[in-house]
């Protein structure tokens, strides 16, 4: 993995990804406090649903998160690393991509 995805990931974790799972912990322990830590994981996860829950606007803002944020989450983190992969290889000239395809074959060996 390079350093440049690395560096990617670092700064979208602290510009977005850090606030977010502020919030999104934040949202989880108030509701961990009204409908008790299993339901609000349960409902988060999709395992129960929100209707009919004693506590309805907590639940369906744990049934959102669960299907928006987290999905963002790690799609996020994923993304920044693929970008930062794409954009390093993007730089390079199209022979040094070859050779390192070539070489790379070469010290697998052959069958």
Known sequence: MSKGAFRNVTVWLALFGLPLTGIWATVMAIASQHLGWGKAYEIMVGISSPVGSP????????????????????????????????????????????????NGFETMGRP
């Open 55 to 102: 506590e309805p606007g907590w639940a369906w803002s744990v049934s959102l998160g669960g299907w928006l944020f987290v999905p963002a989450l790690v799609g996020g983190v994923a993304g920044s690393m693929i970008g930062g992969r794409m954009d390093r290889r993007r730089s390079q000239d199209t022979d040094e991509i070859k050779n390192e395809i070539i």
